[in-house]
């Protein structure tokens, strides 16, 4: 079902596209370090793509490379249909591709409500001068981003610490507010890295609601890390696995967990 | 009312005056200071620099004129035309942009992540070059700057206190002017960072550099435009201390006035600089009028210093820099 390049219809009756972004033959050094080595994947219009794997298996580091963060040696990117030249973070961001970060980077000294809002820079068009000078589009432009971030804020329900310094804020709210700036963009592609990493049980139960539901209402196609297997057979539609910077497995949840090189890569060693 | 209390008015009033300008100084170096971790000592010659090149335009010298004879054996002094004040200040602008570009693009991209010692140091090279550089395009000898801006004595500030008090402020039109110009824009720098895409980026740029990144920021656009900005500001001052005591060497030293302002109200601080400003500004009046005249003058040469400094031994974070707790 997976060879249809128009896509096919996941167990949930949702309707998967064709292909938004696809990895060709990457591999990415580090000096002597290879973090990825060789692997293909694409990733679907509407999709829940997962990467799991051990630590240090180069999760992160596609991430990165996905969005523009570190650049392969070798391998293309294709993103729409288009080959990617080498690019910038921010340039990667403003054509649509939203990401979190493993660590959480988020505005430490502004407020819940500036981090959010500067998730719509790339949103915002109007020129410096009409800025500067507070000119016709430029007010208008403001508002109608406040009361987009207003409803995002809303849908991640943290109405109650709009206000409060980034810094001040608990781990678990800080990965929803980085999460709250990411969905200011209205991306086409969100990239999650370990959305839940460091989550008391409750919490991982709001994360994985919320992904579900950006999915679900927005359409966003969501490319996250874990390396909670349970979170990720019920999150995702299909998984690639990562080992030691290869690509060891890549398929449906079921398939991959029957995967012989996967059980072992989770079972014979202890990397977790 | 006592003379004294009179006097002391009249100074503190000049105090403050001279305060707004010290903030706008400062701010220049918050600003960069804030998006790239930057301490530009080259601030005070960039004012140098920008006054220069505003008399140049304004009497339609030729750039480079000196090295043009001296190579072509040719005897070119100015063009036939002068460029009005306006026109001359937008112009130089420009310059101040462009430099702002150059700086970036040939300095401090090729910079980033080093330490700040290291950037500091690229800064001293830069006040040096650009000293040398402003030197031979526009040559090195004393000028005066006149964009029109009034001068002397305020008579009816003048004119208003001796009726009211039987003493009369001596208040410099020139200093009023200077006050209003650098107050508005002063608060148009709050503003626009504060209310504005731009200012969010910048303040975005200077909390988190990935992050920044991964909101679509270009970091090398946000580094220009605070440079851009500190050439303005540059261009303000120069132009203020210019007008008062003419275009040479000395007019780069006004950077060192916004050194104590720093101290005072914290490096990364706006309404730190702002108040700073004022602090300095009136408290070093005040000291020269009150303690001067006891220990033979000219406190204000080093009170600034001293008050600074004694700051920093009590609240090393400036006055609203948030308390440094070191982690372990
Ligand atoms: N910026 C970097 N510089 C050097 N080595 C790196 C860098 N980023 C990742 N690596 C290395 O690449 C490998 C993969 O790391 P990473 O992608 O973070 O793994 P994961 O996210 O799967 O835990 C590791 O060996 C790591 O040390
Ligand atoms: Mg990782």
Redesign the pocket.
Known sequence: MLDASEGYVTPDGRQIGGVMMEMRNITLR??G?V?IKDISFDIREGEIRAII??????????L?VISGF?NPQEGEVWFRGAKRPPMKPFQVARQGIARTF?NIALFEGMTVLDNVMTGRLTQMRSSIWAQALWWGSAEREETENRAHVERVIDFLEIQSIRKTPVGRLPYGLKKRVELARALAAEPKLLLL?EPMAGMNVEEKEDMSRFILDVNDEFGTTIAL?EHDMGVVMDLSDRVVV?DY?KKIGDGTPDEVRKNQAVIDAYLGVAHD | MPDQLLFAIEVTLNGLMAGVLYALVALGFVLIFKASGIFNYAQGVMALFAALTLVGIMEGQVPFSHLINAIFGTDVHHFAWEVPALLAILLTMTVMVALAWLVNTLIFRHLVGQEPIILFMATIGLAYFLEGFGDIMWGSDIKTLDVGLPQGLNESIDEFTFNLFGYGFFIDNLDIVATIIAAILVAALVAFSQYTKQGRALRAVADDHQAALSVGISLSFIWVLVWSIAGFVALVAGIMWGAKSGVQFSLSLIALKALPVLMLGGFTSIPGAIVGGLIIGVGEKLFEFLVGPLVGGATENWFAYVLALIFLVFRPQGLFGEKIIERV
Do not use: L, R
């Open positions: 580090f000096g370090v973090a794997g051990p630590n240090g298996a180069g999760k992160s580091s596609m990165n570190y493993q890295d890390i990562m910077g």
